[in-house]
């Protein structure tokens, strides 16, 4: 019986399970959804017990497909930036996740925004203080946890580690305690200091781990026997990242996927600025390797949205109608929750710009598809501006990666080769490589470069791309700008 690694990859929208050979084969796959709830206008938030319960779904789906294995480790990777409470003895949720992506922690943002408090935060974590950080979610949660309960907090690794060991382990990895707001990047621990400001008892966090470690073993879960370490934890991100083997300074990826986010890895730790975030990539032996990180908001969510609009069948029939588009159509800005990286704007709304009597629906679908690459455009300038590394090798991964229109808008937006891989679950891959140098399978980060993975660069082309940027730029600023009073104003 081969030895295999199973890694959970948690997502927004769905939970999958991949089983990985110790040549980094993908042996089986299985995965199931979750639910996503909008109580209110722009607050997101779902079930960590569906979360778990889909989990262990995806989990029984990918051993039913695939071969007879001993699992020598289980390692998780996970949504980012979403936060729930529980209780540490019945293992009870006290709250919902509060997802990443919910901007109920707004006013509490612009408060402490006006108060002052931008330039120490951002010091500290590398961070803006923005609805999509975990800070004020944790204190929104807490305020509602009734009185009597051993409360225990965190990220979605930090849930899972709970389920997964039968509540004997409360802990995260350093690369989700990064994206917390609570965590001093160069100090390598919880910041009383941050977890003050917030309103967060520090005793109520997890204890911080290396990326690479044994964070237990399992207990009393359902289709698993006892025992199996959990060998690895890590931000979905920063598991594609590791997966990619972007370990060179200057090399990076881009995720697209509901939001997109675009990360490079930096030879050391270098103070935030021009709207971009300073973050730990991972942690191993007990030193973390810093990235810089843009986190876009709304990326490929767009695009169902716009299938809608225009009644086509599918997302393929909207990137097809794109490509024949004439040049001088208009611009599309998707800040349906806001701005992210670099702009940081979460007043901006979605609009569309530079419509005419003769702009087409071609001409719309291509606004929507571009938006995709022009967002990831503008990340990447701001990096350059303060990176100490020039570019290297880009990784593209997610879903729409697989479609060479859309990457090859990337590739043209960026005038830099894109290298498009054929690993759909390159978080999962992250994750159980990440488990396998814990577990001994792999001895370093030579041997896992040395991996196997099918890659296809996609040169950048001849286009009409810098008009269709100053058209861009200026739907971006009619999106950021202060709204006019209306007439009853």
Request: hydrophobic share 45%; glycine share 8%; aromatic share 6%.
């Amino acid at each position: 019986m081969q030895t295999a690694i199973l890694a959970v990859d948690q997502g927004t929208t769905n939970s999958k399970a991949v089983l990985v050979s110790t040549v980094g084969e993908v042996l089986a796959r299985g995965s199931s959804p979750v639910g996503i709830e909008h109580p209110q206008p722009g607050w997101v938030e779902q079930d960590p017990l569906r979360i778990w319960q889909s989990v262990l779904e995806a989990i029984q789906r990918c051993l039913a497909a695939g071969p007879a294995v001993e699992i020598a480790g289980i390692a998780i990777s996970n949504q980012r930036e979403s936060v729930t409470v529980w209780d540490a003895k019945s293992g009870k949720p006290l709250g919902p996740v509060v997802s990443w992506q919910c901007r109920r922690t707004a006013p509490d943002c612009a408060r402490l925004n006006a108060a002052g408090h931008v330039a120490r935060v951002q010091a500290l974590t590398g961070l803006p203080i923005d609805p999509m950080f975990p800070g004020p979610k944790m204190k929104w949660l807490l305020d509602r946890v009734p009185a009597g309960h051993d409360v225990r907090l965190g990220t979605i690794d930090s849930w899972l580690i709970h389920c997964f060991t039968g509540g004997a382990v409360h802990a995260c990895d350093a690369a989700n305690a990064a994206r917390s707001q609570l965590y001093d990047l160069k100090a390598q621990r919880w910041s009383e200091e941050l977890c003050s400001l917030f309103g967060v008892p520090a005793s109520f966090l997890p204890e911080v781990r290396n990326s690479s470690d044994r964070f237990g073993v399992t207990k009393s879960v359902p289709g698993l026997p006892d025992g199996i370490p959990i060998a690895a934890a890590i931000g979905d991100s920063h598991a594609a990242l590791f997966g990619h083997g972007a370990f060179n300074p200057g090399d990076g990826k881009v995720t697209f996927g509901t939001g997109s986010s675009v990360m490079t890895t930096l030879p050391h730790h270098i103070e935030p600025d021009h709207g971009i975030t300073t973050t730990i990539a991972w942690a191993l032996n007990g030193k973390p390797t810093y990235a810089f990180e843009g986190n876009i908001l709304v990326s490929a969510a767009a695009l169902p949205w716009m299938v809608e609009i225009l009644g086509l069948p599918d997302v393929q029939a909207l990137t097809d109608l794109a490509a024949t588009a004439e040049p001088d159509g208009p611009g599309f800005v998707p800040a349906f929750v806001g701005l992210g990286a670099p702009h940081w704007h979460s007043d901006a709304r979605a609009l569309f710009s530079n419509i005419n009597f003769s702009t087409s629906r071609a001409q719309m679908a291509r606004a929507v598809t571009d938006s995709m690459a022009f967002q990831v455009h503008d990340v990447f300038m701001a990096m350059a501006s303060i990176s100490p590394a020039p570019f290297g090798n880009l990784y593209v991964d997610g879903g729409p990666s697989k479609n060479t229109f859309l990457m090859q808008c990337v590739a043209d937006a960026l005038d830099h080769t894109v290298i498009q891989c054929d690993t759909p679950e390159a978080s999962a891959l992250g994750a159980a490589y990440l488990a396998g140098l814990s577990l001994g399978i792999w001895p370093d980060l030579a041997a896992i470069s040395a991996l196997p993975r099918p890659r296809v660069p996609l040169a950048p082309h001849p286009s009409d791309v810098k008009s269709r940027l100053n058209v861009w730029n200026d739907a971006i600023y009619r999106s950021t700008a202060p709204s006019l009073p209306s007439k009853s104003e």
